[in-house]
């Protein structure tokens, strides 16, 4: 005798008849199993019921399904800086109420443009988005819990530039696997971290994206990525550890914003550095705000260079338009040494901090502290062209001199008088009260020290 039951929790193991009274199903959801001698279909939604008389029974129920369909997410939040982003998408996504346990823990939450910040009475984000990556600062650890459903497909989509990815997968995913083939794609690197992805110069310190994590992206084109499924992802797992500072220079602050310098291993090599050395960026003030060891002759690395943390108080970082500064320590002799850097010409910053610049380096000379040639004045006008906001760094700045500002015919508009200013920091001025056009900077000391050309447009 052919049963169809279609309760999933009826064991049917009696035969009985009655009259039917049928109800009418409203079912989000549901399927049909049918095999020899059963047959089971199911329905999510309200429950109906059905009953029908016959000589085989057959019995009909939808039901309210009480199984718990939504996930929940841990975010492990460190204290400071640090890059996040959810692979669920929330139930309640209002910002306030997600943070409202962790306000004594909790700084500041930032996307690429928009900001909730509690202490300041700014709440511009409102609802979480699982399309981007955060930017986050806290006092201390804790634990952000999202729960929702899963993202289906975890696919992001890029813009020509800048992007704060988020990771869309539970476990994570090496960067060799989901970057392969992206040919617009310029460096990829952490919030607050010092590990990059930048195959131009066959760097990989950051080798996978890890799940609650957001990362910095620079393409050239818009496309998109969808993370693979867990089943089939090469994601080993590998931590992402921020190093242990072993020179003398002051521990870095690991701040959302960085500048990405490339040191390509011969011009280290030509450069007479050592593995075990350390390098590190420095800004005018003297703060190190980069730091990076050589493992491995062989190897490019990457100097991430970190701006001015905006929050605290005093300055911890660089600024925009601030000259690089670079210094080598060596543990094994114990000795700290000064590092003239030059520059590629076909990355646009060439050594002047820029909050996602790039940088990469063609040539270094390294001496010893206190004695390195200052003859050679290293000057930058940046940005140039633009519509009269400028900013001047040198690499030294003479106590005396004089900024002449000059037309095209050599007449002298303006002067300025920069004053004492630490070498390698930034002076700004403001050209847009004058018409577009071409003019000179004429920068004298007891003499012409140099020419630079600005263009207004």
């Not at 005798?1 to 064991?11: A, D, G, Q, V």
């Not at 500002?405 to 070498?423: C, E, Y």
Request: proline letters at 6%; hydrophobic letters at 40%.
């Amino acid at each position: 005798m052919k049963k169809i039951i279609t309760l999933l929790s009826l064991i049917l193991s009696f035969a009985f008849a009655v009259s039917s009274s049928a109800q009418q199903v409203i079912a989000s959801a549901g399927d049909y199993f049918e095999g020899d001698n059963i047959s089971i279909s199911w329905t999510l939604g309200e429950p109906v019921i059905e009953t029908f008389e016959g000589s085989n029974i057959i019995l009909t129920q939808g039901f309210q399904q009480p199984y718990d369909f939504y996930l929940t997410q841990v975010l492990n939040i460190p204290a400071g800086w640090s890059g996040i982003s959810g692979y669920l998408d929330p139930l309640n996504k209002g910002v306030e109420d997600m943070f409202s346990p962790h306000l004594s823990d909790f700084i500041i939450l930032a996307s690429m443009t928009e900001l909730y910040y509690p202490d300041g009475g700014v709440n511009t984000i409102n609802d979480w988005s699982w399309q981007t990556g955060y930017q986050v600062k806290a006092e201390n650890d804790f634990e952000l819990s999202i729960t929702g459903t899963k993202i289906d497909p975890p696919e992001v989509d890029l813009a020509a530039g800048w992007n704060l990815i988020p990771v869309l997968t539970p476990c994570g995913v090496a960067t060799d696997e989901i970057f392969a083939g992206m040919t617009s794609l310029n460096i990829v690197k952490e919030v607050a971290g010092s590990n990059v992805y930048w195959p131009e110069y066959g760097i990989g310190t950051l080798t996978d994206l890890a799940p609650g994590k957001a990362y910095w992206l620079s393409t050239d084109d818009a496309t998109s990525f969808t993370y693979p499924d867990c089943a089939k992802s090469s994601y080993a797992g590998k931590p992402q550890s921020k190093p242990v500072n072993y020179t003398p220079w002051n521990d870095l602050n690991y701040t959302a914003v960085s500048h990405a310098i490339a040191f390509p291993s011969d011009v280290l090599k030509s450069g007479g550095l050592k593995v075990g050395d350390y390098i590190g960026a420095f800004t005018p003030d003297g703060y190190c705000a980069g730091r990076t060891e050589i493992t491995d002759p062989d190897e490019n690395i990457a100097v991430l260079a970190f701006a001015d943390d905006e929050i605290t108080s005093g300055k911890d970082g660089f600024d925009a338009g601030e000259m690089l500064q670079f210094k080598v320590y060596r543990p094994g002799e114990d000795k700290e040494f000064e590092m003239t850097v030059h520059y590629v010409t076909s990355l646009p910053q060439q050594g002047i901090f820029q909050p996602q610049g790039m940088s990469a380096v063609k040539s270094v000379t390294v001496s010893a502290l206190g004695t390195s040639d200052m003859s050679e004045l290293i000057t930058e006008v940046y940005p140039n062209p633009s519509k009269g906001i400028f900013t001047l760094t040198m690499s030294y700045w003479p106590k005396n001199m004089n900024i002449q500002l000059m037309d095209t015919k050599g007449r002298v508009i303006k002067m300025f008088k920069p004053g004492s200013l630490a070498n390698g920091a930034a002076f700004h001025f403001d050209l847009s009260y004058l018409q577009k056009g071409v003019y000179f900077l004429k920068l004298v000391d007891d003499e012409v020290i140099g020419i630079k050309k600005v263009v207004i447009n």
